[in-house]
């Protein structure tokens, strides 16, 4: 996605702090796509905004940035809206736990889901999107260190589930994701999502955060999620 001139004016000290950040996360996601001989421009840069508020984000859509991600539909629902009208073109991704109840609002607003991790959720979305005419592209959200405090599903059971969200839920399934324990070498959990993505057909691997992108990369991630490299400590 082409980048907006950036506006001097609009950007205060701390927005300029941010601008720099995110450039810096730009120039190591695209030397790590040189390193391990991806195309130009392959990897998606998606910054993590959740806990920061609209006026922390708008300087990085100034600068240029498209692709965002957030944790929760309540929350996105408060800055989001405002931000889309303000910049057409941005994509919003979930990419935190979606509850049943919440499935309605994650369509209307979301323009990819990356958390689908069981049925009822598959069979929710599946509903609104009907009923709303509006298809989101969807990720399966797989646990792969079996973290009990963590939503996704078990690997051993993926495969058989992004088969059911096809041929019982009607749902397309873009990718996969997840989010490896913080205290293990994250590369063994890359290689298995991006083994589960080749046993289930789907092309797309949502992994890597701050402190892994560049691992992710290496194991062929086609997106990453990258927040507090960008935007510095949660708000």
């Known amino acids: 996605m082409k980048a907006l001139p950036l506006d001097p004016v609009r950007l205060d000290e701390a927005g300029s702090d941010q601008v720099a950040r995110w450039q810096a996360v730009l120039a190591s996601i695209r030397a790590a796509e040189t390193g391990h001989a991806r195309a130009a421009g392959d990897i998606v840069l ?14 990085i859509i100034i600068a240029g940035q498209r692709v965002f991600g957030e944790n929760r539909v309540q929350e996105a629902q408060a800055k989001w809206p405002t931000l889309k009208a ?43 999107m009907q009923r709303q ?19 996704g599903i078990a690997p051993v059971d993926t495969v058989a589930f992004v088969e059911r969200c096809r041929t019982v839920h009607g749902l397309s399934i873009e990718g996969l994701m997840c989010i490896p ?19 289930a057909g789907v092309g797309k691997l ?30």
């Open 86 to 128: 303000e910049f057409p073109g941005l994509e919003l991704r979930l990419i935190g736990p979606l509850q049943s109840n919440k499935a309605a609002d994650a369509v209307a607003l979301f323009d990819v889901i990356e958390t689908v991790d069981r049925d009822k959720i598959a069979a929710e979305l599946a509903k609104e």
């Open 181 to 199: 324990p913080a205290d293990e070498n994250p590369g063994p959990h890359f290689a298995l999502l991006r083994k589960l993505a080749r046993e």
């Open 206 to 235: 949502s992994m890597g955060m701050s402190g892994d992108f560049e691992t992710a990369i290496q194991f062929g991630a086609t997106s990453v999620r990258v927040g507090s490299a960008i935007f510095g400590a949660r708000g």
């Open 46 to 59: 998606v910054a993590v905004s959740k806990t920061h508020d609209a006026d922390t984000i708008r300087p």
């Open 133 to 151: 005419r509006r298809t989101p592209r969807l990720y399966v959200q797989v646990n792969t260190g079996l973290e009990p405090q963590k939503a």
